[in-house]
């Protein structure tokens, strides 16, 4: 079925994927990888020619030789793990990309809430059908979309039924851990919120060595009617690690989207969240926090597609860059024709405190409405000097007065979730720059 | 009681310049090729190095394809078909203005230009191009005794080639773009000017490019050279028939500022649009850029576009004299079907650079108005500062407004702040004007000409006066 090809020669053991795919695998799934690999096959990875991957160049991918992981029983660090663990909430956690039931704790889910990883094929053949395929048109998938759907393999499902608020964390944990050699998973997960309910989900992109893999995750939320998500995206992949992912988030009438994505790990990190306002009186929040330090590179793209009257989004981006470090923002606003009313507002600031980083942000506006108010807006610059002076004679040294202030920058974004439990877990992925 | 508004009297306004002048002209034939090049060069009888910087352009234009990523749609452009020179007749050579047509003449006349002696005392030095050819430059008299040159380019290329080889094609190469290659394989005429140094230009200069033939496409190319501690402001204005077919329009301006030297440069652009089902209408595709050399040097780009029906225009500073400052004031309307995709480009190379962007969309009818900008700090631009503020206006529910702002920085020391919002005309404003007694067209008037009023104010006097009415003009009957 799988044809070793030129675009795929950077991922491995094709063959041994194929083998246990097939023992479980339905007709449909097994289309719709074949659908998606060719498509993938077609476009290639993406190069610095297309104007949307302009500034980050994923061409290093080709110097590696990924191993499509499938087996997770060599998992070592799982005392780390436990620091971002807490058994009252509920967890489901992928090693590798593979569903490990022992780690996972769902047993006593509230009424209401469907976890699983799905086994349950049939379940999920359906719920892809319904939600999700019918509003992506596949033929759009870009490549890194066609290139997941490929290798569908294991989806994190979660489910809330109409008019049921969930109160607990649902977590979704993906642990990256390259025993024996470069690994790729493939994350793909399916948030689906029923007429007037209510949900938290944090999804975490984890890994406690400096390996080198890939990570090309999928996540897809639908909210329908009346619902409301708080979702945090949160990545600290190690420091070699490539990862590329999108989160397309599908909202209808009155639904309310809050969501906030940190990203502080891997060596190329490309993240995507795609929103659509499909009904009126929606409303999406896009709040996201990058620090990187080193060579690192981080590139986060996001789209909100206004389509009918009414609906409101609010993004605020902020991030600080250490040493060479390097950051790209795009933020697209469409607003459609029949979006009047609309309301939108964009923020993209950037700190620089290495000598040597580079900063590329596009905040994009498209407008065929004339009854709206759209404001983008985008900073680069540097800490105040007064400010660092006036520490300064407080006998703070000033090192201590940078890290204040920096720390004072990300909690200006920080304090916008209201979860502790997710802040908690932000802050331990950002131990790294603060001593707190 | 306000005078209800004669919508039919409104919409059906015409384009004020859009008639034509019967005048014999010598077209070339139809088409582009090596031949033709040669036949330009030989009529204007230029010195060899033009032919073969020419025939360069046309060699490497020939490798390169049309841009397609413009937020615009439009047919494709048969570069076959247009006639790459058309010029009035001449009898013999002119000495004096006398001389010259008198249906030319009157042809500026009635665009309001003064050329002729009598209305020479308004202080405006003019070179007006018809078409291919520069049919006069006024107060050369004057300018010559402050050592300022002024002429078209084709007399300064007999008469400067020393300045035209050191400077033509050093901002804006002939490889640049596919449109700078193609105006500099065919380009007839166009505006040199050079400001010696410490010289502050006594008067205002100014060129009016008019397109009167059909088929034909012009090809204008601009050049500005300011030396040290040397000053000058340069007005360019614009205006073309009514005829059914697209006309292309592909200049080139460059600009050249030396230590302590400034430029400014103000455009009024009122092309034909097309009528309103969008037939017809003129194709703007210009490359502008403005290169500070020295220290301390300054280029500030002043536009008012609200003509023609595509247009693609990016006037750009490189700021490669430390301390440098580039500034870019824009108002760009669009109506019926016009598009618009422009902006600018700053990229700072010099230490201690800044840059200024102010740009004012208005969006009417079925129009498509795009800001396109790019801002690119160096790694060798250390403190380079740059502010930005986009601003859209919408009017009517038919037409688009998008703004796609470029930041790069490459240097850690760089503070950059952009900013751009989208707007209507609010109810609630315009029932405060109507309440006070304005008619419907004034209280938009005084809306929109607050909303310019940051770039309005950039232009010279005389300018900003033409440029309120043309907004007027434009904006009538596409409100209510």
Same mark, same amino acid.
């Given at each position: 079925?799988?044809?070793?090809?030129?675009?795929?020669?950077?991922?491995?053991?094709?063959?041994?994927?194929?083998?246990?795919?097939?023992?479980?695998?339905?007709?449909?799934?097994?289309?719709?990888?074949?659908?998606?690999?060719?498509? #993938?096959?077609?476009?290639?990875?993406?190069?610095?020619?297309?104007?949307?991957?302009?500034?980050?160049?994923?061409?290093?991918?080709?110097?590696?030789?990924?191993?499509?992981?499938?087996?997770?029983?060599?998992?070592?660090?799982?005392?780390?793990?436990?620091?971002?663990?807490?058994?009252?909430?509920?967890?489901?956690? #992928?090693?590798?990309?593979?569903?490990?039931?022992?780690?996972?704790?769902?047993?006593?889910?509230?009424?209401?809430?469907?976890?699983?990883?799905?086994?349950?094929?049939?379940?999920?053949?359906?719920?892809?059908?319904?939600?999700?395929?019918?509003?992506?048109?596949?033929?759009?998938?870009?490549?890194?979309?066609?290139?997941?759907?490929?290798?569908?393999?294991?989806?994190?499902?979660? /489910?809330?039924?109409?008019?049921?608020?969930?109160?607990?964390?649902?977590?979704?944990?993906?642990?990256?851990?390259?025993?024996?050699?470069?690994?790729?998973?493939?994350?793909?997960?399916?948030?689906?919120?029923?007429?007037?309910?209510?949900? /938290?989900?944090?999804?975490?992109?984890?890994?406690?060595?400096?390996?080198?893999?890939?990570?090309?995750?999928?996540?897809?939320?639908?909210?329908? /009617?009346?619902?409301?998500?708080?979702?945090?995206?949160?990545?600290?992949?190690?420091?070699?690690?490539?990862?590329?992912?999108?989160?397309?988030?599908?909202?209808?009438?009155?639904?309310?989207?809050?969501?906030?994505?940190?990203?502080?790990?891997?060596?190329?990190?490309?993240?995507?969240?795609?929103?659509?306002?499909?009904?009126?009186?929606?409303?999406?929040?896009?709040?996201?926090?990058?620090?990187?330090?080193?060579?690192?590179?981080?590139?986060?793209?996001?789209?909100?597609?206004?389509?009918?009257?009414?609906?409101?989004?609010?993004?605020?981006?902020?991030?600080?860059?250490?040493?060479?470090?390097?950051?790209?923002?795009?933020?697209?606003?469409?607003?459609?024709?029949?979006?009047?009313?609309?309301?939108?507002?964009?923020?993209?600031?950037?700190?620089?405190?290495?000598?040597?980083?580079?900063?590329?942000?596009?905040?994009?506006?498209?407008? #065929?409405?004339?009854?709206?108010?759209?404001?983008?807006?985008?900073?680069?610059?540097?800490?105040?000097?007064?400010?660092?002076?006036?520490?300064?004679?407080?006998?703070?040294?000033?090192?201590?007065?940078?890290?204040?202030?920096?720390?004072?920058?990300?909690?200006?974004?920080?304090?916008?979730?209201?979860?502790?439990?997710?802040?908690?877990?932000?802050?331990?992925?950002?131990?790294?720059?603060?001593?707190? | 009681?306000?005078?209800?508004?004669?919508?039919?009297?409104?919409?059906?306004?015409?384009?004020?310049?859009?008639?034509?002048?019967?005048?014999?002209?010598?077209?070339?034939?139809?088409?582009?090729?090596?031949?033709?090049?040669?036949?330009?060069?030989?009529?204007?009888?230029?010195?060899?190095?033009?032919?073969?910087?020419?025939?360069?352009?046309?060699?490497?234009?020939?490798?390169?394809?049309?841009?397609?990523?413009?937020?615009?749609?439009?047919?494709?452009?048969?570069?076959?078909?247009?006639?790459?020179?058309?010029?009035?007749?001449?009898?013999?050579?002119?000495?004096?203005?006398?001389?010259?047509?008198?249906?030319?003449?009157?042809?500026?006349?009635?665009?309001?230009?003064?050329?002729?002696?009598?209305?020479?005392?308004?202080?405006?030095?003019?070179?007006?191009?018809?078409?291919?050819?520069?049919?006069?430059?006024?107060?050369?008299?004057?300018?010559?005794?402050?050592?300022?040159?002024?002429?078209?380019?084709?007399?300064?290329?007999?008469?400067?080639?020393?300045?035209?080889?050191?400077?033509?094609?050093?901002?804006?190469?002939?490889?640049?773009?596919?449109?700078?290659?193609?105006?500099?394989?065919?380009?007839?005429?166009?505006?040199?000017?050079?400001?010696?140094?410490?010289?502050?230009?006594?008067?205002?200069?100014?060129?009016?490019?008019?397109?009167?033939?059909?088929?034909?496409?012009?090809?204008?190319?601009?050049?500005?050279?300011?030396?040290?501690?040397?000053?000058?402001?340069?007005?360019?204005?614009?205006?073309?028939?009514?005829?059914?077919?697209?006309?292309?329009?592909?200049?080139?301006?460059?600009?050249?500022?030396?230590?302590?030297?400034?430029?400014?440069?103000?455009?009024?652009?009122?092309?034909?649009?097309?009528?309103?089902?969008?037939?017809?209408?003129?194709?703007?595709?210009?490359?502008?850029?403005?290169?500070?050399?020295?220290?301390?040097?300054?280029?500030?780009?002043?536009?008012?576009?609200?003509?023609?029906?595509?247009?693609?225009?990016?006037?750009?500073?490189?700021?490669?004299?430390?301390?440098?400052?580039?500034?870019?004031?824009?108002?760009?309307?669009?109506?019926?079907?016009?598009?618009?995709?422009?902006?600018?480009?700053?990229?700072?190379?010099?230490?201690?650079?800044?840059?200024?962007?102010?740009?004012?969309?208005?969006?009417?009818?079925?129009?498509?108005?795009?800001?396109?900008?790019?801002?690119?700090?160096?790694?060798?631009?250390?403190?380079?500062?740059?502010?930005?503020?986009?601003?859209?206006?919408?009017?009517?529910?038919?037409?688009?407004?998008?703004?796609?702002?470029?930041?790069?920085?490459?240097?850690?020391?760089?503070?950059?702040?952009?900013?751009?919002?989208?707007?209507?005309?609010?109810?609630?404003?315009?029932?405060?004007?109507?309440?006070?007694?304005?008619?419907?067209?004034?209280?938009?008037?005084?809306?929109?000409?607050?909303?310019?009023?940051?770039?309005?104010?950039?232009?010279?006097?005389?300018?900003?006066?033409?440029?309120?009415?043309?907004?007027?003009?434009?904006?009538?009957?596409?409100?209510?």
């Amino acid at each position: 079925m799988i044809v070793k090809n030129d675009q795929l020669s950077f991922i491995s053991g094709l063959k041994e994927f194929e083998i246990l795919v097939k023992q479980e695998s339905p007709l449909w799934a097994y289309n719709l990888r074949k659908e998606s690999l060719d498509r #993938f096959a077609k476009r290639g990875l993406p190069t610095v020619k297309e104007e949307e991957w302009k500034y980050t160049n994923v061409a290093s991918l080709k110097e590696h030789q990924f191993q499509i992981a499938s087996d997770s029983s060599k998992m070592a660090q799982l005392k780390e793990l436990k620091a971002y663990y807490r058994k009252e909430e509920i967890n489901l956690v #992928f090693i590798n990309g593979v569903f490990s039931e022992e780690l996972s704790n769902l047993k006593k889910l509230p009424k209401g809430l469907k976890v699983a990883d799905v086994n349950d094929a049939a379940l999920y053949s359906q719920k892809e059908a319904a939600f999700v395929l019918q509003r992506y048109p596949q033929d759009q998938d870009d490549s890194f979309i066609a290139l997941n759907k490929a290798f569908l393999y294991r989806v994190a499902f979660v /489910q809330i039924d109409p008019k049921t608020v969930i109160k607990p964390l649902i977590h979704i944990i993906h642990v990256t851990d390259a025993v024996k050699s470069s690994v790729s998973s493939f994350p793909r997960s399916l948030i689906m919120l029923g007429k007037s309910a209510e949900a /938290q989900v944090m999804e975490s992109h984890l890994s406690f060595s400096d390996d080198t893999y890939l990570t090309n995750a999928l996540s897809d939320i639908v909210l329908d /009617q009346d619902a409301k998500l708080v979702y945090c995206k949160a990545q600290g992949e190690s420091k070699n690690a490539f990862h590329i992912g999108t989160t397309r988030v599908w909202q209808e009438r009155d639904s309310q989207l809050d969501s906030f994505s940190l990203m502080t790990g891997g060596k190329i990190t490309r993240n995507n969240l795609n929103i659509v306002l499909n009904g009126s009186g929606a409303h999406a929040t896009l709040n996201g926090l990058y620090l990187i330090n080193g060579n690192q590179h981080v590139d986060n793209h996001t789209a909100v597609d206004h389509r009918p009257p009414n609906c409101t989004s609010t993004q605020l981006y902020k991030g600080i860059l250490y040493d060479a470090a390097r950051a790209v923002f795009n933020g697209k606003i469409f607003v459609k024709k029949e979006a009047q009313q609309t309301n939108s507002y964009q923020l993209n600031k950037n700190l620089l405190l290495g000598p040597d980083c580079r900063v590329d942000t596009k905040p994009q506006l498209e407008i #065929f409405a004339d009854d709206v108010k759209c404001t983008h807006g985008a900073t680069i610059g540097q800490l105040n000097e007064d400010e660092i002076f006036y520490l300064q004679t407080r006998c703070i040294p000033k090192s201590q007065a940078v890290e204040m202030l920096a720390r004072g920058f990300v909690d200006d974004i920080l304090n916008r979730i209201a979860d502790e439990s997710i802040v908690a877990k932000l802050n331990k992925l950002l131990a790294e720059y603060f001593q707190d | 009681m306000v005078k209800p508004i004669q919508e039919n009297e409104l919409v059906n306004r015409e384009y004020k310049y859009g008639f034509v002048t019967d005048i014999e002209v010598e077209p070339f034939p139809k088409g582009l090729s090596e031949k033709v090049i040669k036949m330009i060069s030989e009529k204007k009888s230029e010195p060899d190095f033009m032919l073969e910087w020419r025939l360069k352009a046309y060699r490497h234009w020939k490798t390169l394809k049309e841009p397609k990523w413009p937020n615009f749609k439009y047919g494709p452009i048969d570069y076959q078909a247009i006639s790459y020179y058309s010029a009035p007749k001449k009898k013999t050579n002119l000495k004096s203005l006398d001389e010259v047509d008198k249906e030319l003449l009157n042809t500026f006349e009635r665009l309001g230009i003064p050329l002729t002696e009598q209305k020479r005392l308004t202080g405006v030095a003019v070179d007006a191009v018809f078409d291919s050819v520069s049919v006069g430059t006024t107060h050369q008299g004057e300018l010559a005794k402050a050592g300022v040159i002024f002429c078209s380019m084709s007399e300064a290329i007999s008469h400067h080639p020393e300045l035209i080889k050191k400077y033509l094609g050093s901002v804006v190469p002939h490889s640049d773009n596919f449109f700078a290659a193609l105006n500099s394989a065919v380009f007839s005429d166009g505006s040199f000017c050079y400001i010696p140094k410490g010289v502050r230009c006594p008067l205002e200069l100014s060129t009016y490019f008019r397109i009167n033939a059909a088929d034909s496409g012009q090809f204008e190319r601009t050049l500005i050279i300011a030396e040290d501690d040397s000053y000058v402001s340069y007005l360019e204005g614009c205006t073309a028939p009514s005829r059914d077919q697209n006309q292309l329009h592909a200049a080139v301006v460059e600009l050249v500022a030396m230590n302590n030297a400034e430029i400014k440069y103000s455009t009024v652009q009122n092309w034909y649009s097309g009528d309103k089902n969008g037939n017809g209408g003129i194709y703007n595709f210009v490359t502008k850029r403005g290169k500070c050399i020295g220290t301390n040097s300054k280029i500030s780009w002043t536009q008012v576009e609200a003509g023609a029906a595509i247009t693609w225009k990016y006037p750009s500073v490189i700021l490669q004299g430390d301390n440098s400052v580039g500034k870019f004031y824009s108002v760009a309307l669009t109506n019926n079907r016009m598009q618009a995709d422009t902006g600018t480009k700053m990229i700072h190379i010099g230490k201690n650079t800044k840059s200024t962007i102010v740009s004012k969309g208005i969006s009417t009818d079925y129009s498509n108005n795009n800001y396109r900008g790019l801002v690119k700090i160096m790694p060798t631009a250390h403190g380079a500062r740059n502010f930005s503020q986009c601003d859209s206006m919408l009017v009517g529910n038919n037409c688009s407004a998008n703004t796609f702002p470029y930041i790069e920085v490459k240097n850690s020391s760089a503070v950059l702040e952009h900013e751009a919002s989208t707007s209507k005309i609010s109810a609630e404003q315009m029932f405060y004007l109507r309440s006070r007694g304005l008619d419907l067209e004034g209280a938009v008037s005084l809306i929109i000409n607050g909303f310019c009023k940051e770039v309005f104010k950039e232009l010279p006097l005389e300018f900003s006066v033409e440029a309120i009415k043309l907004l007027e003009m434009k904006l009538e009957g596409s409100v209510g």
